[in-house]
């Protein structure tokens, strides 16, 4: 989405004085970027016209730093449109709870239905029962049953010469019978949401009376993943929407849509296939990404926690001015390793999604500590100009590290282009620009 966006918040984010002019050009320019990124038009006009609001009034007009007071609107009104934070998961006082899942075909129901089962239990110590209620898609029901071997979490499936209606029914029975507290059924999709798929939905529900019915989309279809949950909801009455797929590179405007449309909230995200990968959904960590400002402020908290503030300050000022050296890598390396997975830091960095060999640089703990080694084995100079490190010089410094030259050019590679993200960075902010012009 968010190129233009950027852009224009670069532009106005070092403002000393912004007029009404400015907040026009800024709202046309989000406007363009929302539309871009698969929102509806109508919530797009929304949107526009309530920041719009709120820029030309006195909270940002008289504050000393309009910009990036504008900014701050933006995203707050994007994290309002996506609704507050809803996770919870409904508890019947009469056990089992049901919930029931729908969707397209491949949007995630199956896994999806996994990865819950596997929240309820490690968040919540429940005992749920997964049930194989897709009796249509070859294989369904032993991809159903994989998983809950996986997770050793007893599945209910009656073949697929039952109908659902009835593998639901005997489930919620089996259920109670074995002390299961939550129930998953597992329904079949379409391609399309079409009329038989609906009613046997319908007939689900009416029967197993569920207590929460979770509609599971694929993040990357955009503004058909909102059509779609249109067309749910109007069914069925959804009490939640699981998107997923966040993983990938998709531009996330179909989760703003889909909770002004259907007035349902966004309440998991899926990030990978694994069976851990699903998480609360975060409206303001959303509307970062919609920005294309990566999760700053996430950023910014567990630097906080973790790297003392002057040296925090200084390694600011380096990466603005993209002179960092191997020394410095490795100090970060080191502070880094304590505040989480390598790769999960990168993607919150701002402008890391623009970089396309930055999805390639995924850095596991032994890998750190090779990396440790190869840096330890450099010369002073050579950290400082990597540049003059020839094939001889790698040679050397894998011997020296116990690592290998793949290695060695590797992780040369990688601070090359670590280096150039920054460069960019500087380039595209006011700051940089100011310093540049000195020249
Ligand atoms: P269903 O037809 O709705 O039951 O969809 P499935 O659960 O079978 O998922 C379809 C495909 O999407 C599978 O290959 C899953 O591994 C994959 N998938 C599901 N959720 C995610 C996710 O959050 N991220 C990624 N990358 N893949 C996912
Ligand atoms: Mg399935």
Known sequence: LADRLQNTIQKIRG???????????????????????????????????????????????????????????????LTELMGGEQSKIAVS????????????????????????????????????????????????????????????MPVFSLGDQVSPVEIAKQAIAKAKE???????????????????????????????????IFLVVDAMTGQDAVNVSKSFNELLGLTGVVLTKLDGDTRGGA??????????????????????????????????????MGDVLTLIEKAQANVDEEKAKEMQQKMRTASLTFDDFLEQLT????????????????????IKGLNNLQVDEKQISHIEAIIKSMTKDEKIHPETINASRRKRIAKGS???????????????????MMKQMT?????????????
Do not use: W
């Not at 116990?402 to 601070?415: D, I």
């Open 15 to 77: 403002k000393g004085k912004i007029n009404e002019a400015d907040v026009k050009e800024m709202m046309r320019e989000v406007r363009l970027a929302l539309l871009e990124a698969d929102v509806n038009f109508k919530v797009v006009k929304e949107f526009v016209k309530k920041v719009s609001e709120r820029a030309v009034g006195q909270e940002v007009m008289k504050s000393l730093t309009p910009g990036q007071q504008v900014i701050k609107v933006v995203k707050e009104e």
């Open 255 to 292: 989760a703003l849509s889909i909770r002004s449309v259907t007035d349902t909230p966004i309440k998991f995200v899926g990030l990978g296939e694994k069976l851990d990968a699903l998480e609360s959904f975060h409206p303001e960590r959303m509307a970062s990404r919609i920005l294309g």
């Open 93 to 152: 006082n009469r056990p089992p709870t049901v919930i029931m899942m729908v969707g397209l075909q491949g949007a995630g129901k199956t896994t999806t239905t996994g990865k819950l089962a596997n929240l309820l239990r490690k968040k919540y110590n429940r005992n749920p029962m997964l049930v194989a209620a897709d009796i249509y898609r070859p294989a369904a029901i032993q991809q159903l049953e994989t998983l809950g071997k996986q997770l050793n």
């Open 335 to 354: 502070q880094v390793r304590s505040m989480g997975p390598l790769d999960e830091l990168l993607k919150m960095m701002p402008g890391a999604n623009k």
């Open 427 to 439: 380039a595209s902010s006011p700051k940089g620009k100011k310093k540049g012009g000195f020249k």
């Open 402 to 420: 116990g690592t290998t030259v793949p290695e060695v050019n590797r992780l040369l590679k990688q601070f090359e282009d670590m280096k150039k």
């Open 178 to 212: 074995d002390h299961n507290d939550y129930v998953l059924i597992d329904t079949a999709g379409r391609l399309h949401v079409d009329e038989a798929l609906m009613d046997e939905l319908k007939q689900i529900k009416e029967l197993s009376n569920p207590d929460e």
